[in-house]
């Protein structure tokens, strides 16, 4: 069985502070894992994706995010936020069969 | 406990049959709401918002007449895959947006795994 847990319900930075959300996982088979982006009335944007390789995967918008295996996490990051960058952020994990969301972080910026 | 829930969560059919998937918001009512498929290790990628009472807006790419969308409540989404072959294998997922307050939240359903002979 796979899992997800965000840390954090609710994020808050100033415009210009670095961004940091957290995700760590459980799966008993080497994960695939996601981060998505939600804005209001909208669906799920794909921001980034690990699935083999190198472990620090970039995305867009200025976000990144890195597998540690060792920890179980794939926290995204973006160093500067911007005020377009309030939203609600989901880390999901996937195996061969199905794909598992965490509850979400809602990320708020600050002007 | 959930709060989105879909049925069936696993379904074996016939390729040229017809499929329906539901997926209810269970305490809560839901003006939207989103299905998603996935591919094993790949990205959800949108299919359709589901508006209670109006026609689904569908993605760019979505077959509008081989994915039937019906809203039909506050609380019941269902889509029916139509004449279904096996490429349509996939993984469904809904979602549900829950407003409280000024607050929004989006609650996912467990998926249904399709399987087409």
């Known amino acids: 069985a796979q899992s997800v847990t965000q840390l954090g319900s609710h994020v808050s930075v100033s415009e210009g502070a670095l961004v940091l959300l957290r995700c760590n996982y459980s799966s008993s088979v080497p994960p695939y894992l996601f981060w998505y982006v939600q804005y209001p009335n909208q669906g799920l944007q794909l921001l980034l994706k690990?699935?083999?390789?190198?472990?620090l995967v970039k995305g867009i918008n200025g976000f990144e995010a890195e597998f540690k295996k060792s920890e179980t996490s794939f926290h995204l990051t973006k160093p500067s936020a911007h005020m377009s960058d309030a939203a609600e952020y989901f880390c999901?994990?996937?195996?061969?069969?199905?794909?598992?969301f965490g509850a979400g972080t809602r990320l708020t910026v600050k002007p | 406990g959930a709060v989105v829930s879909q049925h069936p969560s696993w379904v074996i059919c016939k390729s040229g049959t017809s499929v329906k998937i539901e997926c209810r918001s269970l305490d809560f009512q839901a003006t939207t709401m989103f299905w998603y498929r996935q591919f094993p290790k790949q990205s959800l990628m949108l299919m359709a918002t589901s508006n209670e009472g109006s026609k689904a807006t569908y993605e760019q790419g979505v077959e509008k007449d081989k994915f039937l969308i019906n809203h039909a409540s506050l609380t019941l989404s269902t889509l029916t895959v139509t004449s279904a072959h096996p490429e349509d294998s996939s993984f469904y997922i809904c979602?549900?947006?829950?407003?409280?307050?000024?607050?929004?939240?989006?609650?996912f359903g467990p998926g249904t795994r399709l399987l087409v002979l």
């Open positions: 979602s549900a947006p829950r407003t409280s307050g000024d607050q929004e939240t989006q609650y």
């Open positions: 999901a994990v996937s195996d061969t069969l199905d794909m598992r």
């Open positions: 690990y699935t083999t390789g190198a472990t």
